[in-house]
């Protein structure tokens, strides 16, 4: 891919798993990390639907609760206004991402496609080497909090 990904590891910015697929337990048990060592409270969780099998949404709900787990549909309805005001955001500097060198090449790797009622959605570019993984946990993350926002500052 051209990307340091061995550096981004050394650095604390990725973790990898064994073999050549990724174990998404890996992912239930980073969550669960965050809890116990950052004391972080875990809220909601947006995820991809199309992309998660039933028993490991399972153990997410069993963990954080059984209305934690949001899906986010990956279509222009669910995603073009969310990505719309995002944009704004990040450029009013709102979101505070601390340059995290995988998250701007994400973003910078994420294409737009627009139809003809100028809604967008998310596109992987024809390079099939950048990866926009970490843009769409963004994106789907600001849809969870822009959707429960009120009651995410009750809370807080």
Known sequence: DNVPYILWEKQGYLRTTPGNKIDKHC???????IVSQDDVYIYK??????HIED??????????GKD????IRQGIATLS????SLKGDLAA???????NPIDMWC?????VKTDI???IQPVKGRDTRCRIDGAMALIDAYIVLQDNYEDYTRLI
């Open 27 to 33: 992912i239930l048990d980073w969550f669960k990390e």
């Open 68 to 71: 934690a787990m949001v899906p």
């Open 45 to 50: 969780i947006g995820y991809d639907p199309w």
């Open 117 to 119: 009622n100028a809604n």
């Open 107 to 111: 973003l910078s790797n994420l294409e």
């Open 93 to 99: 500097h709102k979101i505070i991402y601390n340059k």
């Open 55 to 64: 028993s490991l949404l399972e153990e997410f709900r069993q963990e954080f």
């Open 81 to 84: 206004y969310p990505m719309k």
